[in-house]
């Protein structure tokens, strides 16, 4: 099985997921988006795969950039998509993809949804 997380170490929900991953035997790609930020491409297929209806389903809406930027009220679904992209703080953590789907590990266990198949 092949598994990618989008990883923020210094979040405790994120290293539980990575926990829960590595003790199914699985190594999974990590991937540190706040280092290497997500592209809208990258956004637009997660969201495909979370089947999220709109891009502020994979928003962090308590962060202060997220009132900065005065995006609770942005109906544009291309600029919420950007913000995440020029913000990566913004973004859901953690989110972890196999081939087919994706899950946000909040809660971590979450990602047994994806360790069974």
Same mark, same amino acid.
């Given at each position: 099985?092949? @598994?990618?997380?989008?990883? $923020?170490?210094?979040?405790?929900?994120?290293?539980?997921?990575?926990?829960?991953?590595?003790?199914?035997?699985?190594?999974?790609?990590?991937?540190l988006? @706040?280092? $290497?930020?997500?592209?809208?491409?990258?956004?637009?297929?997660?969201?495909?795969? &979370?089947?999220?209806e709109?891009?502020?389903?994979?928003?962090?809406?308590?962060?202060?950039?997220?009132?900065?930027?005065? &995006?609770?009220?942005?109906?544009?679904?291309?600029?919420?998509?950007?913000?995440?992209?020029?913000?990566?703080? @913004?973004?859901?953590?953690?989110?972890?993809?196999?081939?087919?789907?994706?899950?946000?590990?909040?809660?971590?266990?979450?990602?047994? $949804?994806? @360790?069974?198949?």
């Amino acid at each position: 099985m092949s @598994l990618t997380i989008y990883h $923020n170490p210094r979040c405790s929900k994120s290293r539980q997921t990575l926990e829960i991953i590595r003790a199914a035997g699985i190594e999974p790609k990590i991937h540190l988006y @706040l280092e $290497n930020p997500l592209s809208r491409e990258d956004i637009t297929r997660l969201l495909g795969k &979370l089947r999220y209806e709109q891009p502020r389903m994979l928003m962090r809406t308590g962060e202060a950039v997220y009132r900065e930027l005065n &995006l609770k009220s942005e109906n544009d679904e291309m600029r919420l998509i950007d913000s995440m992209v020029s913000h990566p703080k @913004l973004i859901e953590r953690p989110i972890v993809e196999d081939n087919l789907r994706a899950i946000v590990g909040r809660p971590p266990e979450n990602v047994q $949804n994806l @360790l069974k198949t």
